[in-house]
């Protein structure tokens, strides 16, 4: 074989690995990414959701505004744009259909829509833990005003109110006066809401968040001053800590049971006893994380998808 055809070969041989994120197709999150999979020669496309589409003969294939989505190697997936039923049922059976390798070949994918559906509901993702083993604050699901209310006397009338789906501390609050409940449980009945009515567990604004990406957990505290939330949106502070080896292995597990290869949970501190587990993020941020960790998240991310895709492939 001559030089030049040996060449080729390698070039051949390391051909690139083509990632494609579905989300948003600008913003930090994505020049992050974008920016890892440079570094790796891997092929980074975005597209949206609202861009997907498609064309059923013999053989269905699904299509973005990047290219039949087959052809990629790997997908990530971030934030799903609010809609209507009919176009959340349809970008979610899309999903199914890639991972099942229903719609042309099987593709790698961080997050499956499995895990995304669980992780999203917050009653199904504390329903999961508990249910596992893992303690989470005292909680009642409720559809009305009145059994939401006999909720919040029986959890001693201090307690966060929080909405099934949502991130970043939106749509939570703290609820320590009967007459706002009546208020607060009035609207969402109104809205025809779930109300989901938790134990306030001082001393509040104090956290844990552990990253799981693949087999790696990146650990962190955050506190805020001003707010029961933790959030960073919401003004928390973020510090990088030594990773606990508990912690981490029973972050590595509650990600395999809601079959998730990249999350976020949270465990509050609790004065009255041990830590508790409170929420599992399938599409979190990290740019918090990012300012204050010696390692690059999105390649880590990046490593992940090109093991997945490797043994999908």
């Not at 980074?44 to 059923?56: G, M, W």
């Not at 083993?133 to 201090?158: C, I, S």
């Not at 949106?233 to 030594?242: D, L, P």
Request: glycine residues 8%.
């Amino acid at each position: 074989m001559t030089d030049s055809a040996q060449a080729a070969h390698r070039m051949v041989a390391v051909k690139s690995a083509r990632f494609l994120m579905l989300g948003p197709e600008s913003g930090w999150h994505v020049n992050q990414l974008r920016a890892a999979c440079d570094r790796h020669g891997c092929d980074f496309q975005s597209a949206t959701y609202e861009s997907l589409r498609s064309s059923i003969d013999r053989q269905t294939y699904n299509h973005c505004s990047a290219g039949r989505i087959d052809t990629f190697d790997g997908i990530l997936t971030r934030t799903m744009p609010a809609a209507s039923m009919e176009l959340l049922t349809y970008r979610l059976a899309v999903l199914h259909g890639i991972v099942d390798g229903e719609c042309g070949q099987q593709v790698a994918m961080i997050n499956p829509p499995r895990g995304l559906e669980w992780a999203i509901d917050k009653f199904a993702t504390t329903m999961r833990l508990a249910a596992a083993g893992f303690p989470v604050p005292e909680t009642r699901v409720v559809q009305n005003r009145q059994d939401a209310l006999e909720a919040f006397a029986e959890l001693g009338g201090d307690c966060i109110v929080k909405p099934v789906f949502g991130g970043e501390g939106r749509g939570v609050m703290r609820v320590r006066d009967r007459e706002l409940a009546w208020t607060c449980f009035s609207t969402l009945e109104q809205l025809n809401a779930i109300i989901i009515v938790q134990r306030f567990i001082p001393p509040g604004g104090r956290d844990t968040r552990l990253l799981v990406i693949g087999e790696r957990v990146l650990s962190f505290r955050r506190s805020n001053d001003q707010s029961f939330r933790t959030n960073v949106a919401s003004g928390a502070k973020c510090e990088a800590i030594e990773t606990d080896s508990l912690l981490a292995s029973q972050a590595v597990e509650i990600a395999r049971k809601l079959g998730l290869h990249f999350a976020s949970v949270d465990i509050i501190d609790n004065v009255a006893g041990p830590p508790l587990f409170l929420e599992v993020n399938a599409i979190p941020g990290w740019k918090g994380a990012q300012s204050v960790c010696g390692e690059n998240i999105a390649e880590l991310i990046v490593e992940c998808l090109r093991h997945l895709s490797s043994q999908t492939r």
